[in-house]
């Protein structure tokens, strides 16, 4: 139990597009999603919560007109980066929770390269 | 907000020996502290967590350890094996009601030389 999918497991853009990526939960329903960033050799750092039907909550320094996070049903939760410049190149992990689990269940992660 | 810092940063071993990797957390309030094994270019594996109600867990070859006074954690690995060559992650959360964000440490490289 607890798997969680993401979709595309890589991309390659053009810098200015903007990419989506998805994140869903196959087996729950996740109440809580994350989105996290990791550069290479490097840990994963948060950008962002979201709650089912609710705004995300960004942390510090993550511009949220930049990325932006929908969780529109428990299941998916999408992470769409705009106007991608070769500097967002990362790899974007997301994972997903529910009420009363502290544990969280992570996607296979988002390779996205920007040329 | 709550801080993770991770040591060392890599760690080699010789095959059959324990590996300890150890963490502290700056903030009293996390009572969550879940260690995660990353192989390169995968998503994060959930191997143990602990609770702040527990001070030891163990599981087959992996234990963890926390001392809340101190605000230290480890995670020991005996007898370990080749397939124990990945990153480690310990991380810290404050959720226990409802799931809450999770703060990673820096990471440890640990290789297993045979």
């Known amino acids: 139990g607890a798997v969680v999918s993401q979709h595309p497991s890589r991309v390659i853009c053009k810098s200015g597009t903007s990419v989506k990526i998805e994140c869903r939960s196959l087996?729950?329903?996740?109440?809580?999603m994350f989105w996290y960033r990791q550069f290479p050799k490097q840990s994963l750092m948060l950008m962002a919560t979201s709650n089912e039907g609710s705004k995300a909550t960004y942390e510090q320094g993550v511009e949220k007109d930049k990325f932006l996070i929908n969780h529109a049903s428990l299941t998916l939760s999408t992470l769409t980066v705009t106007s991608a410049h070769p500097e967002d190149s990362s790899f974007y992990i997301c994972?997903?929770?529910?009420?009363?689990?502290?544990?969280?269940?992570f996607g296979p992660g988002t390779r996205l390269l920007v040329l | 907000g709550e801080n993770v810092e991770q040591h060392p940063s890599t760690l080699s071993v010789q095959e059959g020996d324990s590996a300890v990797i150890k963490c502290t957390y700056s903030?009293?309030?996390?009572?969550?502290f879940p260690w995660y094994k990353q192989e390169l270019g995968k998503r994060p594996q959930l191997i143990i967590d602990i609770r702040s109600n527990v001070g030891e867990k163990k599981d087959q070859r992996i234990a963890v350890t926390l001392n809340k006074t101190a605000k230290h954690f480890s995670l020991h690995i005996t007898e370990t094996q080749p397939e124990d060559s990945a990153v480690y992650f310990c991380?810290?959360?404050?959720?226990?009601?409802?799931?809450?964000?999770?703060?990673f440490g820096s990471g440890t490289r640990l290789s297993i030389r045979p």
């Open positions: 903030d009293s309030a996390s009572n969550y």
């Open positions: 087996d729950f329903q996740a109440t809580t």
């Open positions: 994972s997903a929770s529910w009420l009363a689990q502290e544990t969280q269940y």
């Open positions: 991380a810290a959360s404050k959720g226990y009601s409802s799931a809450s964000k999770i703060i």
